[in-house]
């Protein structure tokens, strides 16, 4: 089922999802159940799976040069997502990307989520190769995700690549990303709000934000999104700080403000254990007042870690 469709169909009630990343290379599928088997009692209508792009890592070889090798950590994305719906029951919602990808390539991987019954696809541009400064479009591929939702948008129509007459048309959800506090590359929000509406205006059928620490940014962010037009949900997304590192690192990678309260709260913490208390604590009061607000949904970036999900699910759902 489609994730608009689990919306309209809760009238109102606010639904609880959450993102998990495949494992890393080598690990076993088990460590995603053991993350999602704990959350099934908050009777998700939808999981969303992380893509990882390739990265370059170097390798020695025997004459002591150092070899550049791609190499994608966290591979199993669709696989994933087949085994959730088969284990579950419960929709997945795989993310597609356009760096690393062909046109061809994404068309074939659409058609293979089509065959698999997958609904729902989240579109988005992806980021730059760890190594490299900034994002490099495959040749053959797409720039911006913009891009990417109009080939998805094409098969929805029964439109190939290659293909002269119309032929079997996918059905999918389309949902793409949104930033409370602008994509870090946009010049101003109101240029990155433009091309949020041209997605939207494309055939985007909802929104999931990027994280943010401070319901006030989510809020007029939805207000300036429906003042310029764009009138899907827009799903608010949540990550509970487990640690005192997060304090500078989920600024840094996600390029998101932490508010003051928040901040000295963790400065005042000893360890990594007193920080997730304050963690989870800020992300049960910001889950709140979302519910209390009507948000469509709350969607919990878990890192592929049950307990502190667990813990704020269970004062809310
Ligand atoms: P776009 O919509 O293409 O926007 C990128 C930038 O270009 C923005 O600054 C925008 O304002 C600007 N722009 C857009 N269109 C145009 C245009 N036509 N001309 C000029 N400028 C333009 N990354 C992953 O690799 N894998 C994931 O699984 C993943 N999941 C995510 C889930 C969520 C909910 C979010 C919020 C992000 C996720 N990301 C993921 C990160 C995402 O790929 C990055 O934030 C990326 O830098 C931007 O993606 P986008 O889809 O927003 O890009």
Not at 27 to 34: H, L, M, P, T, Y
């Amino acid at each position: 089922m489609k994730v608009t469709e689990h919306i309209k169909k809760a009238k109102g009630k606010t639904l609880f999802s959450f993102e998990i990343l495949p494992p890393v290379k080598g690990e076993s599928v088990q460590n995603i159940f053991d993350a999602i088997d704990p959350l099934m009692e908050f009777k998700p209508p939808f999981i969303d799976v992380t893509y990882h792009r390739e990265e370059y890592v170097y390798k020695k070889r025997e004459n002591g040069l150092l070899e550049k090798v791609s190499t994608r950590k966290r591979p199993g994305t669709v696989g994933i997502c087949a085994a959730i719906i088969n284990k579950y029951g419960v929709d997945a919602v795989p993310h597609i990307i356009c760096g690393g990808f062909s046109k061809e390539e994404t068309e074939n991987a659409l058609i293979d989520l089509d065959f698999l019954g997958i609904d729902n696809v989240l579109v988005l541009r992806g980021d730059a190769i760890r190594s490299e400064g900034r994002f490099e479009a495959d040749p053959q591929g797409h720039s911006y995700a913009s891009e990417l939702l109009g080939q998805v948008l094409d098969l929805n129509n029964g439109e190939y690549l290659h293909e002269e007459v119309k032929r079997n048309k996918t059905n999918f959800c389309i949902g793409v990303a949104g930033y409370p506090e602008k994509h870090f590359e946009a010049p101003s929000l109101k240029s990155d709000l433009k091309y949020l509406k041209m997605k939207v205006d494309m055939g985007a059928d909802y929104i999931v934000t990027q994280m943010f620490f401070d319901n006030q940014k989510y809020f007029d962010f939805v207000d300036k999104c429906r003042a310029n037009g764009i009138d899907v949900p827009i799903i608010p997304g949540l990550k509970p700080i487990t640690t005192l590192k997060q304090m500078n690192v989920l600024p840094s990678i996600f390029h998101v403000d932490l508010p003051d309260d928040l901040v000295d709260a963790l400065e005042g913490c000893k360890d990594n254990k007193a920080a997730r208390e304050v963690g989870v604590e800020w992300a049960i009061q910001q889950s709140k007042e979302l519910k209390e607000a009507g948000v469509p949904c709350l969607h919990y970036y878990t890192m592929s870690k049950s307990s502190v999900t667990k813990r704020i699910a269970e004062t809310l759902f």
